[in-house]
Nanobody, 117 residues
Framework: QVQLVESGGGLVQPGGSLRLSCAASGISGSTFRMADMGWYRQAPGKQRDLVARIDSSGNTLYVDSVKGRFTISRDNAKNMLWLQMDSLKPEDTAVYYC????????WGQGTQVTISS
């Protein structure tokens, strides 16, 4: 089964940056390469939402609230996914997860991102 391991979260001040990483294992390289992948986030008391996605060709889509500030990228040779987050705001505070779009059943543990002064 697929295993997703997210890392790179932390506590930063508003306006700061973070780079999240996601390592996918337990799947073939072709499965990852052909999958649309995304970053989701879940704030306390709220549902988990997709905020950025990238298809197998590298085309990207973002929700309006992160457009221009977040950049999603992937390395199909390494089964890796990243999310560069700049100009962070307090409302970006959440646990961030990576998964396929639509998601596999199994989720990773996520990585906590906290934006606070």
């Amino acid at each position: 089964q697929v295993q997703l391991v997210e890392s790179g979260g932390g506590l930063v001040q508003p306006g700061g940056s973070l780079r999240l990483s996601c390592a996918a294992s337990g799947i073939s390289g072709s499965t990852f390469r052909m999958a649309d992948m995304g970053w989701y986030r879940q704030a306390p008391g709220k549902q988990r939402d997709l905020v950025a996605r990238i298809d197998s060709s590298g085309n990207t889509l973002y929700v309006d609230s992160v457009k221009g500030r977040f950049t999603i990228s992937r390395d199909n040779a390494k089964n890796m996914l990243w999310l560069q987050m700049d100009s962070l705001k307090p409302e970006d505070t959440a646990v961030y997860y990576c998964n396929k779009v639509p998601p596999w059943i199994h989720w990773g543990q996520g990585t906590q991102v906290t934006i606070s002064s």
